[in-house]
C-alpha cells in the first residue's frame, strides 16, 4: 500500500474525529430548550464511530489496492458535504443543536439551504458519512452506512418532523408543503 496514502488517510481521521466533535458537541449557544428523543444523537454518534473503524480495518487489512478515482469522487463529495453542512449551521446560528431541541422563541428558519430541502444537514451528513468510506475505498464501510447509519439518521429525522410540527405547528406543516424533506427538488 502507499505510504503516503496511508500517511493521509490517518491525518483525514484525525482531522474528521476533530471535526464531528466541534461540530456535534460544541454549540454556540449554552440557552437550552426541550431535547426530544436525546438518544438518537448517541446512537448515531456511536454509529459513526463504528463507521470510522470499520474503514480502517477494511484500509489496514483487507484492501490491497487504492483506486485512485474512488477517492478523488469521495474527495470531492466530502468537500461539497462539510460546505454544505457549514452553511447549514451558519444559517441556524445560535438556533443550532445537536440535539433535537427547540429553544424558547426560536424562530422557523426558512433561509439559506432551508430553502432548498427542510433537514439539510441530514442531507450533507449522509453525504458525508458514505463520502468517507469511499475515501478509503471502504465498500463494506459503505454498506453499513448506507444501510444501518442512514436508516437510523432517517428515523431521527421523523422524531424532529415530529417536534417541530408540535412546535411551529401550521407555519411548518405550511414550510412541510412546499420544500421538500431531504432531497433538493425532489418531493421527497
Same mark, same amino acid.
Given at each position: ?40 444523537? /448517541?446512537?448515531?454518534? &456511536?454509529?459513526? %464511530?463504528?463507521?470510522?473503524? =470499520? *474503514?480502517?480495518?477494511?484500509?489496514? @487489512? ?5 483506486? /485512485?478515482?474512488?477517492? &478523488?469522487?469521495? %474527495?470531492?463529495?466530502?468537500? =461539497? *458535504?462539510?460546505?454544505?453542512?457549514? @452553511? ?101
Amino acid at each position: 500500500m502507499d505510504k503516503l496514502f496511508t500517511y493521509a488517510f490517518i491525518f483525514f481521521l484525525i482531522s474528521l474525529v476533530i471535526y464531528r466533535i466541534k461540530s456535534c458537541f460544541i454549540t454556540r449557544d449554552k440557552t437550552h430548550g426541550e431535547i426530544s428523543k436525546a438518544w438518537t444523537l /448517541y446512537v448515531l454518534s &456511536i454509529m459513526h %464511530l463504528i463507521i470510522g473503524v =470499520i *474503514a480502517t480495518i477494511e484500509y489496514f @487489512w483487507f484492501i490491497n489496492y487504492i483506486d /485512485y478515482r474512488v477517492t &478523488i469522487f469521495g %474527495l470531492v463529495f466530502f468537500s =461539497i *458535504a462539510v460546505a454544505g453542512r457549514y @452553511w447549514a449551521l451558519d444559517t441556524l446560528g445560535k438556533c443550532h443543536s445537536p440535539q433535537i431541541e427547540i429553544k424558547e422563541d426560536q424562530p422557523l428558519i426558512t433561509s439559506g439551504p432551508y430553502r432548498l430541502v427542510r433537514h439539510p444537514i441530514y442531507f450533507f451528513t449522509i453525504i458525508e458519512v458514505l463520502s468517507c468510506t469511499l475515501i478509503p475505498n471502504a465498500y463494506f464501510a459503505f454498506s453499513v452506512t448506507l444501510f444501518f447509519y442512514t436508516p437510523l439518521l432517517l428515523l431521527r429525522l421523523f422524531f424532529e418532523e415530529k417536534a417541530l410540527i408540535h412546535i411551529f405547528g401550521s407555519a411548518y406543516l405550511k414550510y412541510k408543503e412546499t420544500v421538500p424533506c431531504l432531497i433538493p427538488f425532489s418531493k421527497w
